[in-house]
C-alpha cells in the first residue's frame, strides 16, 4: 500500500519540479550575460552566497552576513506567529459575529470595509510613532495584515450557512448560543481556514515591509540592508528564504485544515 501511494504521487512531484527547473535554467543564462554581470548573480552565484549566510562563521572576515541566517528566520517567524495568531484569535470570533447578527453586522462591518483597503505601508509612520523601532511595531503590522482577510473570509462562510440546517437546529429546540457553536461555526470553516491561508501571506508580506523601516533585525532588514550594500546575491537568497518559509507555513494551515474538516476531504474523493 505504501509503495502504490509514493508511485501515485511520485509524477505529481515530478511534475512540480518542471516549472522550476524551467525558470532556473532561463536565470542561469541570462545572469551569465555580460550586460547583466552585478546586477543579476546566477543561480550558482545566489547558493554560494547563501551557503555562506547560513553555515559560515559569525565575525569573521568582512561579511557581515556570515553564519546570521538561521538567527534571521527565528526573528522573522516569531513576529509573524505572534502577529498572526493574535490576527486570528480576534478576526475568527468577529468575523462569526458580523456573519450570523444583523446587529454585529450595522455596527462593525462599515468600520472594516472602510479600514481594509488602506494598505500596511500607509500605517507605517503611525506604528514608528506609537511603537517606536520595536518588535510590537512590527506584530502590529503584521496583524493588520493577516487580521482583515481572516475576518471577511469568516463572515462570509458565516453567510453562508445552509438555511435548512439552521432550521433543522430551531426545530430541535437549540439556543442561539448553541446554534453558533454547533451549526455556524462548523459551516464556516473552510472559509475561515482559506481566510487563515490568505492571512498567512500577507502576515509573511507584512514582516517584511515592517523589518525594512521599524525593525533592525529578520529577512527584511537583511533584505534592505544587502541591497544597500549591492549584495545582490543575498537579497534573492532572501527572497527565496521567504517564500519557502512562507511556503512552509501555508502547508501547516493545510495539514491542520485536513485534520479538522475530515468530512471535507471525505467528500472530494
Known sequence: MGFSLIRSTAPKFLLGLV???LVLVFWQWVGSL??????LPTPLQVLSGWHDWIFGSPGLGLNPYLGTWLSNVQYSSFRVIQGFALAAVLGVPLGLFIGWSRTVSSVMDPMIQCLRP?????????SIAIFGIRDMG??????????YAIVVNTTQGARDVERNLVRAALMMGASRSSLLYRVVWPSAMPSMFTGLRIGLGI???????SEMVAVKSGLGYVLWDAYYVGRMDIVLADMVSIGM????SDRIIVFIEK???VWRVLQSH
Open 19 to 21: 516549472v522550476p527547473c
Open 34 to 39: 555580460a550586460s547583466m554581470a552585478g546586477i
Open 118 to 126: 488602506i494598505p500596511i505601508t500607509a500605517w507605517l509612520p503611525f
Open 138 to 147: 512590527s506584530i502590529f503590522l503584521i496583524f493588520l495584515g493577516g487580521f
Open 203 to 209: 502576515s509573511w508580506t507584512a514582516v517584511i515591509v
Open 245 to 248: 518559509m512562507g511556503f512552509i
Open 259 to 261: 485534520r479538522t474538516l
